[in-house]
């Protein structure tokens, strides 16, 4: 019942903002809170540096910075993407290769300078340069970007894609051409000069963001004038600040074991949406005997994902399957379940050459060595240390030890994921991971592809040449969303066969919010609270 009651929350809140109108509290009564407020203290949960497109760490860096710098599309409350920079009827040709967009009048800089064409030409395609792989893909997808005018760009393709609505001009975010231009690494650059709603008044290291409302923004001046956003690493201290009333809100999720406790405050409300975000276990497929496919099959016996992922969230998340993508979305391809079967894990071993045991009964490798490892996780996230404290625990089942080891995030990601750049390699057995968000139709090809231009998120060093020939033939040549359907099923079947990593599944969001401080609160379909609609109103 509990989770009714809050997901009814999210279905009013989302009707509201639809209409016009902001958001309501728990019980669904008229609050007496404000649209419109001064200032609002929210919680940041990592240092995020300067907060621009080529220096922010996270996704949680990824909400905040969506605020100061503009998309040409972005994606509303149910998840369909809308255009945001440009005007609705921008043109699609040429198979899906040439798209062009025309300017909405009135955007500049934070520093006052116009947004032009010119700006749109820049931004998609001065990362080609740089580090950021997200950012980098899409620039590298550009064939050629033509300046009609000030206002209006054609941007062609290399390939076909169906998908570059979402994938690219709902994620560039537009830079500065006169910013950055002259700097051949982005990196350096810590002035934040977007185009946003928000610009960034101050920042101190390791202590807070201050964000002041621009207040003469093309789609309107911001509800709330300035957001201080103090750095806090410590749920613990997140939890106090909301409950005390010191935080209006945090970026961070809440635990399940919160809720009832946030419940008995009538000037909380507690925000539930679908969670996009899946919790992973890497493997390093390219390190012995990761790299045998039998043995990574038998991994996906040995674990009992289902029963993980009910023991930390409860009915508070979708469990994950062998598709790895959430299996309620319309490509997911059914019947890939994980099958949690002791027997099965040991026969598969057993058949695979790890039948030998040594004195202590550990598994040993066909060429002799102990089946010994290291699970690397971020030493502030706790479900994922509780979940590699169970994935520990099962394995002794089989046979094969696990060593839990809990390190900075920035640590963890220089073995797993140097420089955000897969194609550096990396150094790990296992690792607990997850990605800011799965919706995103490429999130397959990218998170499996082991063409590092293509599979820039492929952590684990996936190779499969069924899936690259799915992703270099199939998958360019979509042209109809049945097509691109039917090929993202084909490639889960493929994966599903031979495992890269195991997915557990994906968390409810579970955000609290005072409403008696501030009520324009918007969320929606992996939407965090902290989001242009929340703060801007319907569009």
């Not at 800011?436 to 996936?462: H, K, Q, R, W």
Request: charged share 20%; proline share 4%.
């Amino acid at each position: 019942m509990k989770k009714r009651i809050i997901s009814l929350v999210l279905i009013m809140t989302m009707a509201l903002a639809i209409t016009g109108c902001t958001s309501t509290p728990k019980d669904g009564a008229t609050n007496s809170g404000s649209s419109i407020a001064e200032s609002l203290t929210i919680a940041i949960a990592k240092d995020e540096n300067s907060l621009t497109p080529f220096t922010y760490v996270s996704s949680t860096g990824l909400i905040v910075n969506r605020l100061i710098y503009d998309t040409l599309l972005t994606t509303n409350a149910e998840n369909e993407v809308v255009p945001w920079m440009i005007e609705d009827d921008y043109q699609v040709e040429n198979d899906f290769t040439t798209y062009t967009v025309t300017l909405l009048e009135g955007q500049k800089f934070h520093d006052g300078s116009p947004l032009t064409a010119e700006d749109i030409k820049f931004s998609f395609t001065y990362p080609a340069t740089q580090k950021v792989s997200s950012l980098k893909k899409i620039a590298n997808s550009i064939k050629s970007i033509d300046v009609i005018d000030d206002k209006t760009a054609v941007i062609n393709l290399k390939n076909p894609d169906i998908n570059f609505p979402r994938s690219g001009l709902a994620a560039m975010r537009i830079i500065s051409k006169k910013q950055y231009e002259s700097q051949p690494d982005a990196s350096v650059v810590n002035e934040s000069i977007g185009s946003g709603m928000y610009k960034l008044a101050e920042y101190k290291v390791g202590e807070y963001y201050k964000l002041e409302a621009v207040s003469d923004y093309f789609k309107g001046a911001p509800n709330v004038k300035n957001i201080n956003m103090p750095i806090m690493k410590d749920n613990t201290a997140i939890q106090q600040g909301l409950l005390s009333g010191d935080l209006a809100a945090a970026t961070s999720s809440i635990s399940v074991e919160m809720l009832e406790t946030y419940g008995k405050d009538d000037a909380l409300a507690v925000f539930a949406n679908a969670g996009y975000s899946p919790m992973i276990m890497n493997i390093n497929n390219g390190r012995a005997p990761m790299d045998n496919p039998e043995f990574r099959t038998a991994l996906t016996y040995a674990i009992d994902v289902k029963g993980i992922m009910s023991t930390l969230y409860r009915e508070y998340a979708t469990i994950g399957t062998k598709a790895v993508i959430r299996p309620d979305m319309d490509y997911a391809q059914s019947g890939l379940d994980y099958d949690y079967n002791v027997s099965k894990a040991n026969e598969l071993l057993d058949k695979a050459g790890f039948d030998k045991k040594s004195d202590n009964g550990i598994r040993l490798t066909p060429d002799g060595k102990p089946c010994n490892f290291t699970m690397l996780v971020y030493a502030s996230n706790n479900d994922r240390i509780r979940t590699a404290e169970l994935i520990t625990e099962q394995l002794k089942a089989v046979g094969i030890e696990m060593t839990v080891k809990a390190m900075e995030m920035d640590t963890v990601d220089a073995f797993v994921w140097p420089d955000f750049d897969v194609s550096k390699g990396r150094d790990y057995d296992f690792a607990m991971w997850g990605w800011g968000t799965s919706i995103n139709p490429d999130f397959l090809p990218a998170m499996f592809s082991s063409n590092p231009e293509i599979g820039t998120s492929n952590v684990c060093g996936y190779v499969n040449p069924t899936f690259d020939k799915l992703v270099e033939t199939d998958f360019k040549a979509v042209k109809t969303a049945e097509d691109l359907n039917a090929v993202l099923k084909n490639m889960q079947k493929v994966i599903s066969e031979d495992p890269g990593l195991i997915t557990f599944g994906y968390a409810d969001s579970l955000q609290v919010c005072n409403t008696e401080k501030y009520n324009g609160w918007v969320s929606g379909k992996g939407l965090n609270v902290i989001n242009v609609y929340s703060f801007l109103g319907a569009q």
